[in-house]
């Protein structure tokens, strides 16, 4: 089950569509001429030939099965390729729903597919859809999920899917359209397996799982170049750093795709992508730089090209450093404080400052273009922008500000502190943005860039000595980013997502709760609660809902705005079309 009950959900995509007068379609002609009896005569229609979409993403894919790859991240368009040749269980929209792909139900506790025993234990069903094929023919049964699980959980195969896949007691086939997976223990999130819970065909690949061992079995040419998959396009070319191309696959089981053939290039820079956008030589851009399709709108005024604009659910932060041992000065770990310093910070100005002002600012956890938004607004603590208030909070603390306007803090200590961002531009400008009014208020303020070698050194990240300007997605915060299981430390070899090191026992409760609860109500109830309480204690500074920007030329049809969790924002490509 999503953190999110999606079949709930309702996110908010912005579509900037520059329309003026598109040109007619490629293939048809205009129905003046000749008459016959006052009745217009159509001239004749040409044959339309094959459709070839170009699309455009930064970096080169590592595979079509998520799980399988080195790095599971979306960044660059890096997973954008995998819905056209590769599908799974279920999958999410571009509201945020989970739906059945190539699954006919989602497991649920209402209708029997999803069971909790007495002792701990559970049980999911997946009911598969007839008729669905693999590229060379095949038929894909519930046998080939059985062997997704053997080979991902086979020992010394390298799969990012270990956590969800260690709670699993085992995966059967029933038959050939049904599937059990027993639990050892309650997974709230077993109904959301994606690429965790992957399909292999087994009659291709058991030979070398059982022949080759398990380090051949990750570098084969099957997870890249030769892949074979169940999605509406066909893998016919990979050529490295380069492009991929794909055809309609006539065997996919909703029929054949709209479009006939697919050509994805690699193009590492974003003005290298418009630019190609303008000359008509790529349809289709994922994503750019948001300042370079905010350029973009400008440019293509009048025509019917379109710039499509929304946030997948990334939250931009500042995080506060929560150890005692790094943090600097010790008085940042008071929640009045941190209050009074977010109250200060002007998030507007942040997102003008990174986005001209097109993300959406944020006041929680919870996006406010959420259908369930409605269920937490009761407990989220508002802290509108008020700098006066602001500063009279930290004297009520016990600050002092003197004649030289410094801001003191109660030891007569100077107030100054350390913010740090990974990378110079957006996050630098995010950087400077958040901390105008803390200058202004007499804080000494200290701004570091980190080297981009540090990315992922998180014994180094430990010793920020006081705030980062960060981002991810929103749900993490719900269990990885803020629990005490997920600190990295010398003991699990830096491995874990919050970086930042709060671990509050109130809050640990509550995401210990919410990794054990099933039940849609029960979840909202304890959600609320972990909002309230990460938004009083200020475990998180949220600044903005981040966005993308996706380039679409005139006459392409079906791209919906970039909102889809995880940016798989190629979802529906079985729908695209091109005139």
């Known amino acids: 089950m999503s953190l999110f009950t999606p079949r709930s959900m309702v996110i908010l995509g912005v579509l900037v569509s520059l329309v003026g007068c598109a040109p007619a379609p490629a293939g048809s002609t205009s129905t003046g001429g000749a008459t016959n009896g006052g009745q217009a005569q159509a001239a004749p229609v040409a044959p339309r030939g094959p459709t070839t979409l170009r699309m455009a993403i930064t970096r080169e894919p590592w595979g079509f099965i998520n799980s399988f790859t080195p790095n599971g991240t979306p960044a660059g368009g890096l997973t954008l390729v995998q819905p056209l040749a ?6 999410w929209d571009d509201k945020g729903r989970n739906f059945p792909e190539l699954a006919t139900n989602i497991p649920s506790t209402t209708d029997g597919t999803w069971t909790v025993n007495a002792d701990g234990t559970m049980e999911t069903i997946w009911k598969l859809r007839t008729g669905v094929k693999w590229h060379d023919g095949a038929d894909m049964t519930a046998d080939d999920v059985v062997f997704g699980y053997q080979a991902a959980s086979a020992p010394g195969v390298i799969n990012l899917a270990g956590t969800f896949l260690r709670g699993i007691s085992s995966v059967t086939a029933v038959d050939p359209q049904t599937i059990s997976v027993k639990w050892k223990s309650v997974n709230a999130s077993a109904d959301t397996p994606r690429d965790d819970l992957p399909m292999l065909p087994r009659h291709l690949l058991e030979a070398d799982l059982q022949t080759k061992g398990a ?7 099957y997870f890249t170049t030769d892949f074979i998959g169940t999605g509406p396009f066909r893998l016919t070319s990979w050529k490295r750093d380069e492009q991929l191309e794909f055809e309609a696959f006539d065997g996919h089981y909703r029929g054949r795709p709209r479009l006939d053939r697919i050509v994805v290039r690699i193009i590492p820079d974003s003005n290298t992508q418009a630019a190609n956008a303008l000359a008509g030589e790529i349809d289709v851009t994922f994503p750019v730089d948001v300042e370079s399709g905010l350029g973009l709108q400008e440019r293509w005024q009048g025509t019917s090209n379109q710039v499509l604009i929304g946030s997948p659910g990334q939250l931009r932060n500042v995080f506060p450093q929560n150890r005692e041992e790094s943090i600097n000065p010790r008085i940042l770990l008071d929640p009045r404080v941190r209050r009074a310093l977010y109250r200060s910070l002007d998030r507007e100005a942040v997102s003008e400052a990174a986005t001209r002002g097109a993300a959406p600012i944020a006041d929680s956890l919870i996006p406010a273009f959420y259908e369930m938004r409605k269920d937490f607004e009761s407990v989220i603590p508002q802290y509108p922008y008020d700098v006066a208030r602001a500063e009279r909070e930290l004297l009520d603390v016990g600050f002092t500000r003197g004649a030289d306007g410094v801001m003191r803090q109660p030891n007569g200590e100077e107030f100054g502190f350390e913010i740090t961002t990974l990378s110079p531009g957006k996050a630098e400008r995010e950087q400077a943005a958040a901390t105008v009014a803390w200058k202004q208020m007499g804080i000494q303020m200290k701004y570091r860039i980190r080297p981009t070698i540090e990315a992922g050194n998180e014994d180094l ?8 300007v960060t ?6 915060f719900f269990n990885l980013r803020l ?3 997920s600190i990295p430390s010398p003991s699990n070899s830096w491995r ?10 109130e809050t640990q409760t509550l995401i210990d709760r919410l990794q054990l609860t099933i039940p849609p109500s029960e979840r909202t109830q304890i959600m609320r609660s972990l909002v309230q309480y990460v938004m009083t204690d200020m475990a998180v500074m949220p600044l903005y809902w981040d966005i993308d920007a996706i ?3 005139a006459g392409v049809k079906g791209v919906l705005p970039p909102t ?3 940016r798989l924002y190629t979802w529906n490509i079985h729908d695209w079309e091109k005139a």
């Open 86 to 91: 590769a599908s799974r269980l279920q999958d």
């Open 215 to 221: 380090e051949a079995f990750n570098t084969l040419p």
């Open 461 to 468: 990240r430990s010793r920020i000595s006081a705030m980062e």
């Open 471 to 476: 981002g991810g997605n929103f749900d993490d």
């Open 483 to 485: 629990s005490c299981n």
């Open 496 to 505: 874990g997502r919050n970086s930042m090191g709060w671990c509050n026992p």
């Open 551 to 553: 380039l679409v030329v």
């Open 564 to 566: 889809t969790p995880s």
